[in-house]
């Protein structure tokens, strides 16, 4: 007992000891452990005390993703199983235990972390020779179609037979031919000639209105929107769910890029990584609203937290508000302003108590009020897209647990959490989305597996030589390094070191190949590849070079039926439209009933039409927004369609700015408007373009309108007979009410139908 005791105090002393050097120089956490535990099992006075509790404890050992494993890490794995080497049972003389190690030498992306492939092959070779083991492989898989199988195999064949790769054989697959399985390339994003370049240079550029854009910048975000596009396609037009699509990158970088893209075309997305909290524009919300509350001389936070969707405020309401304040002092402006608008009177009236508030309660009692009393939540959710709310939310509630958890909860007023918060760059957990495209990188998706694997980057540009570089000879069978050397720049190495130097590139060029491995083997039926072409062509072939004469083009697939499910327009709003319909038509589904109506002709008229259909449904909300970037939603909805953005933003236009049809859109005269207001008629589901209650001189009226591009619908019988039809049912769903119809042109007519 006494020798146990000492052991203890020895080992708590080492212990010790390596934390006080980690603080001291700086060591990462897992270096620190895996040299404590080199020491435990290798050390003569240690080893066999730390060996006997380890027999007494364990008799499996498993080991997956062996080929990561470091020189460092095998030694001390190595230090404990070489004792049940030949016919010995180890220190306490028990059984040897079960010894299974999985590993994958192709997979090995791991050398920032030191991992070396090599130690696969030594660990393989011990528990063969040494522990009586048995040497599995497999070259078959479940995962892959053998569509992607085959050009997997011939890439990596080709690699081999130039002496760039080793230890490959040819996959096969248990899956079946799958249809439409196969390996793309999307359009490659070219450079502009040096000429377009120096030109665009020498451009004069507003600062006040135009961003600054640099080049490079710009084509990684086409190539990013292609991306976006590509897994737009898939979503809306061919019913894929999003949770089967990643899209894998070498860098963060890039995903950030896909991930603006994804947000302009409203596809959910989900990433890995963890986020910084301030860069949250709800977090950044909730923050100057405290900042205002605590120092309500900050008028810069003061307009943030008005503008935020808690108060809703306009330009128009702050413009009032600077010219309302007596040197500069907005705070006192909001309390004494006249003519104020319902955003600031409630701004007013909220900021007032919470004001108060803020003298008594703690950071997160303060937070949590603000939050139920302001309905911060309900308000975000009506303003943001719908693949955004999670992510929101997901901000809000982040903020209110960093007033428990930062600094262990030490801040009890909320000048001093306003301050922690805005100097510190505290990261927080991504939200988990279920059902939303993967952004990872190819490290981040290793052991994964996805339908559809976007691979973005594909021929990147070639990186400069290194500096500082830390060259490691180390054996895998020798105790400690051979040789370890600092080489300020590969460019000028030592001649004792070039050969050193060039098995480095060597094992970067493998591991390079071993990433395309990764990537490309994640896929079950399709693999998609994207690139930008790079300044400077690198020395070696990139992924896309060895791709892409095997791969084809991907298609430009269009909605044949105009029933994919539409993306939730930019702002869009939580509203409850009145209760005009009958019972009847309150029962009626969500959808039209495929059975019951006819699949038009897809065409390039069609799918205009539902373009422009589209974006006068997400221009005309009711309450109807402030402003409207027709340009945008007309862009997002040619996107979705496959229509020219020009065209449709031109006819939706015409008529939303015609004079004969302003009445429907704005004015006072606007009681209620609806846009795909479900009817029944005999039974039969039907939709209605748009539905709008009008105050006119005779009273209030029924508007049915269907949208036309023709300038003459009137004259086709069955675009007559379906008006009425329409109008009959809106008759029988109010009755003794007005109700007139009428067609609405491209050119922005009114042609009324009796």
Known sequence: HEEHRRMVRLVRVLLAEYAAYKRSRGLADMSDLEACGLALLRDATLSAWVQERLDARIRHVLIDEFQDTSPLQWHALHAWLAGYAGAGGGASGQRA?????????????????????????????????????????????????????????????????????????????????????????LPRVLRPPRAARADAATEWRDTLTTPRHAPEEVLREREAALVAKAVHTLVATQQMRPADIFVLSRKRQSLRLVADALRAVHVRYAAAEDFELMAAIEARDLVALLDC??????????????????????????????????????????????????????????????????????PHDLLDRIVSEGELRERVLATVPAE?????????????????????????????????????????????????????TVHGAKGLEAKVVFVMDADPEPKSAETATLLVDWPVDAAQPRACAFVYSEAACPPSLVSLLGAERAARQREELNGLYVAMSRARQRLVFSATQPRYQPPGASWWQRVEPLARRWPEVSDASGSSPAPVPPAASLRVPPRWQSAEAQTLPAQDDASTRAVPADTGATRLGQAVHRTLEWATPQPAPASIDLGTLAQAAALEFGSDAAEV???????????ECARFFSGPALRWAGNEVPVSADGEALRIDRLVLLDEAEGLVWWVLDYKLQHTPQ??????????????????????AAVRCAFVTGAGAVVEID
Not at 135 to 147: G, K, Q, V
Not at 303 to 323: I, K, T
Request: glycine share 6%; aromatic share 8%.
């Open 97 to 185: 235990p079960g010894v299974f190690i999985v590993g994958d030498p192709k997979q090995s992306i791991y050398r920032f972390r030191r991992a070396e492939p090599r130690v696969f092959e030594a660990a393989r070779a011990f528990v063969v020779e040494a522990l009586g083991g048995v040497m599995l492989a497999c070259d078959h898989t479940r995962r892959n179609a053998p569509e992607l199988l085959q050009v997997l195999n011939t890439v990596f064949e080709t690699a081999t037979q130039a002496d760039e790769f080793s230890g490959f054989r040819a996959h096969t697959t248990e899956l079946p031919a799958t249809p439409g399985a196969a390996v793309f390339v």
């Open 293 to 362: 509350l605590v120092s309500p001389q900050h008028k810069l936070s003061l307009a943030q937290a008005l503008r935020s969707p808690l108060f809703g405020a306009s330009d128009e309401d702050l413009v009032a508000l600077a010219q309302q304040a007596v040197a500069g002092d907005w705070w006192r402006a909001l309390f004494e302003i006249e003519s104020a608008s319902p955003a600031l009177l409630r701004a007013r009236t909220l900021l007032q108590r919470w004001s108060v508030d803020a003298r008594t309660l703690p």
């Open 388 to 440: 955004q709310r999670m992510a929101a939310l997901e901000a809000i509630s982040a903020v209110l647990g960093q007033a428990l958890l930062l600094d262990g909860g030490r801040y009890a007023t909320p000048f001093n959490f306003v301050r922690a918060l805005k100097r510190r760059a505290i990261k927080v957990a991504a939200p988990t989305q279920t059902d939303a495209v993967q952004l990872l």
């Open 649 to 659: 933003g031109r006819l939706a236009g015409l008529i939303l700015h015609s004079p």
């Open 715 to 736: 004259a086709l019988a069955a675009y007559h007979d379906q008006l009425l039809r329409y109008r009959c049912a809106v008759q029988a769903a109010q009755p003794g």
